[in-house]
């Protein structure tokens, strides 16, 4: 029983040793990889505003696209530019991954 115990807590400690490191890299930000999501931001922006002035998309569908372009972007400042492709990967938030396209639709 004593033996569980002590591989169960050698684990949660090794656990910690790598978690920390990992999280600490994840916070780091750089300004020029920052400043190049700005841009993509403002440009999906200004595509949905342009999308909405030819007709392609309704006023309606506009404002909830942006919404959740700046949505998006917000979180990215919260969490940090660090992570993969998509929003919420297969490896987890901010990972690498497809995340939560609407391919199902």
């Known amino acids: 029983m004593s033996k569980k115990i002590l591989v169960t807590t ?3 400690v090794l656990a910690l040793t790598l978690i920390v490191p990992v999280a600490a890299l994840a916070q780091e ?4 990889l920052e400043s190049l999501f700005e841009q993509m931001h403002q440009l999906r922006v200004k ?3 342009r999308q909405v002035e030819l007709g392609n998309l309704t ?6 696209i942006i919404e959740r ?3 998006r972007f917000q979180l990215m400042l ?15 938030e ?3 991954g ?3 396209g609407h391919c199902w639709r």
């Open 69 to 71: 372009i700046q949505e």
């Open 94 to 96: 901010g990972g690498p």
């Open 78 to 92: 919260e969490k940090g530019f660090g992570g993969g492709y998509g929003m919420f990967g297969r490896f987890g």
């Open 10 to 12: 050698l684990l949660a």
């Open 98 to 100: 497809r995340g939560f």
């Open 29 to 32: 930000s750089d300004p020029e």
């Open 59 to 64: 006023e309606e569908e506009g404002a909830t």
């Open 47 to 49: 595509i949905v505003e």
